[in-house]
T-cell receptor, first 112, second 110 residues
Framework: DADVTQTPRNRITKTGKRIMLECSQT?????MYWYRQDPGLGLRLIYY???????NKGEISDGYSVSRQAQAKFSLSLESAIPNQTALYFC???????????FGQGTRLTVV | GQQVMQIPQYQHVQEGEDFTTYCNSS?????IQWYKQRPGGHPVFLIQ?????EVKKQKRLTFQFGEAKKNSSLHITATQTTDVGTYFC??????????FGEGTQLTVNP
């Protein structure tokens, strides 16, 4: 079983709909991240959390929100999806700020 | 803010040729990490470099961290089809978040 699990793996939604992407981890890490991947743009940080009571904006947080329900769970919401949010989304965890990141399998989101 | 730039964006090689991707930061880094993402997969950690001028090897892969800790490179000797994928560097400056480069997509023709 994967240490970092994302659901769903693929999703097609309509413009204006609210959608939630979920991430859970069994690594016991405090730090969790949401990234967006677009061709040629690498991995851009949307939000990150260092513990259950800590939420921080990344470089592209507009149009997104997150919830850290527990140490093991970090969900990403698009309140009103738009087509330019079509992308591959990755959740990641790390033990500390200078340690490797472990990525989930990714969620491919298409907004039509 | 901190920027990490990676070149080239794409690289096509014949199997057996060497490959190098370069990573440059706008600020001095405390460490740099390298990841590989296979087609259809997720990024997987390869290595972390911390010291100025550090060189680390993993079989055919050689990683370098510049003396000024603002640049890094990944060199693959004699590429194989299993090397196909996108290679990302990710740099972290003191007090800042990890920032990923744009990635280099490597294709290997058999």
């Amino acid at each position: 079983d994967a240490d970092v699990t994302q659901t769903p793996r693929n999703r097609i939604t309509k413009t204006g709909k609210r959608i939630m992407l979920e991430c859970s981890q069994t690594k016991g890490h405090d730090r969790m991240y949401w990234y967006r991947q677009d061709p040629g743009l690498g991995l851009r940080l949307i939000y990150y959390s260092f513990d259950v009571k800590d939420i921080n904006k990344g470089e592209i947080s507009d149009g997104y929100s997150v919830s850290r329900q527990a140490q093991a769970k970090f969900s990403l919401s698009l309140e009103s999806a738009i087509p330019n949010q079509t992308a591959l989304y990755f959740c990641a965890t790390s033990l500390g700020g200078n340690t490797e990141a472990f990525f989930g399998q990714g969620t491919r989101l298409t907004v039509v | 803010g901190q920027q990490v730039m990676q070149i080239p964006q794409y690289q096509h090689v014949q199997e057996g040729e060497d490959f190098t991707t370069y990573c440059n930061s706008s600020t001095t880094l405390s460490n740099i990490q390298w990841y590989k993402q296979r087609p259809g997969g997720h990024p997987v950690f390869l290595i972390q470099l911390v010291k100025s001028g550090e060189v680390k090897k993993q079989k055919r892969l050689t990683f370098q961290f510049g003396e000024a800790k603002k640049n890094s490179s990944l060199h693959i000797t004699a590429t194989q089809t299993t090397d196909v994928g996108t290679y990302f560097c990710a740099g972290k400056a003191s007090g800042s978040r990890l920032t990923f480069g744009e990635g280099t997509q490597l294709t290997v023709n058999p």
